[in-house]
T-cell receptor
Framework: ETGVTQSPTHLIKTRGQQVTLRCSSQ?????VSWYQQALGQGPQFIFQ???????GRGNFPPRFSGLQFPNYSSELNVNALELDDSALYLCASSPLGYNEQFFGPGTRLTVL | EDQVTQSPEALRLQEGESSSLNCSYTVSGLRGLFWYRQDPGKGPEFLFT???AGEEKEKERLKATLTKKESFLHITAPKPEDSATYLC????????????FGAGTILRVKS
């Protein structure tokens, strides 16, 4: 059974640009959540998708948006990048009916 | 608003020196408390879920316990490979499946 995968591993962007991060959920998992983890802090919830619809959102502005596809893969899009968006972005998936979330390795985004 | 506080921020142990990490939480309706291990530059690795006060879970040298206000992660006779950041998170039944994390405890075990 493959785990959660994310791409790319690292990414460098400049302020004002747009970025798309990708996640492939673990087989059989139909809920995907995205988290932002700044250096030295715990992950912060961005949003969750279930059945291709947003199912809960944290305190992040609308320039953070997402998609979930029928095969349960997901994208996180961030527009108008700011320096403070530099962080490790984590994707986590859950099987239906379970509370546990299983994380991918993350994408390290650096905004210059 | 849900809050999770972990202590200490960092802990240095000698190999074999047992200790405990603390996670105190405030939620309106606890749906679950989770412990994760995170190695530098990697995603969190799931360890345990606890649902109700008095519950305990064990895995190798780790044991997690839960009360109504806090959870402890006990590490017995740690080895250098146990060095990592340990994260605690709560899930509030009123807010769907989102996890609210603490800042973590950085554990270093020296041989």
């Amino acid at each position: 059974e493959t785990g959660v995968t994310q791409s790319p591993t690292h990414l460098i962007k400049t302020r004002g640009q747009q970025v798309t991060l990708r996640c492939s959920s673990q087989s059989g998992h139909n809920t995907v959540s995205w988290y932002q983890q700044a250096l030295g802090q715990g992950p912060q919830f961005i949003f969750q998708y279930y059945r291709e619809e947003e199912n809960g959102r944290g305190n992040f502005p609308p320039r953070f948006s997402g998609l979930q596809f029928p095969n349960y893969s997901s994208e996180l899009n961030v527009n108008a990048l700011e320096l403070d968006d530099s962080a490790l972005y984590l994707c986590a998936s859950s099987p239906l009916g379970y509370n546990e979330q299983f994380f991918g390795p993350g994408t390290r985004l650096t905004v210059l | 608003e849900d809050q999770v506080t972990q202590s200490p921020e960092a802990l240095r142990l000698q190999e074999g020196e047992s200790s405990s990490l603390n996670c105190s939480y405030t939620v309106s309706g606890l749906r679950g408390l989770f412990w994760y291990r995170q190695d530098p530059g990697k995603g969190p690795e799931f360890l345990f879920t606890l649902y109700s006060a008095g519950e305990e879970k064990e895995k190798e040298r780790l044991k997690a316990t839960l009360t109504k206000k806090e959870s402890f992660l006990h590490i017995t006779a740690p080895k250098p490979e146990d060095s990592a950041t340990y994260l605690c998170a709560v899930q509030d039944g009123e807010y769907g499946n989102k996890l609210v994390f603490g800042a973590g405890t950085i554990l270093r075990v020296k041989s």
